[in-house]
């Protein structure tokens, strides 16, 4: 009767077994990651504070399907993303990476995946500048009237 208490010795250590286990993460992923936008400037929050390790952060759009990487190996928790906020009715993702600058490069981080974010129907407007009445994209830009 060794054989099922074999499986179920295996069936336990799979189920402990988790992806950032077996990459040997020592720090941990962002927490807690927010979006917030005031005309437009957008900016990210997420935690913990970093203690021996980095993070940055990558953002993605429907206009660029590669990840942008923004406050490269940062200890902060905050990053001003409005620059790589192109069109703001784009909806975009973010990944936080958690990584320890390694001398070849080639580990592969853990990362941490916050919530969509649409700029245009998200970012809160000063009162007195009204809201957007129009929206023009350009090929170097973009051109937002306010109202």
Known sequence: MRCPQTVLLLLGTLSCWHP??????????????????????TILDWSPKPTNYTYTVLIRGKYFKDWKKKCIFTTDTTCDVSDLMKDPKDTYDVRIVSEIRSPDGIEESPYAEGPSFTPYEESMYRRGLGHISEYRRMIYGCTVLME
């Not at 927490?31 to 437009?40: E, F, V």
């Open 20 to 41: 950032s286990s077996a990459q040997g993460e020592k720090y941990p992923t962002a927490t807690d990651i927010r979006w917030s936008s005031i005309n437009l400037k």
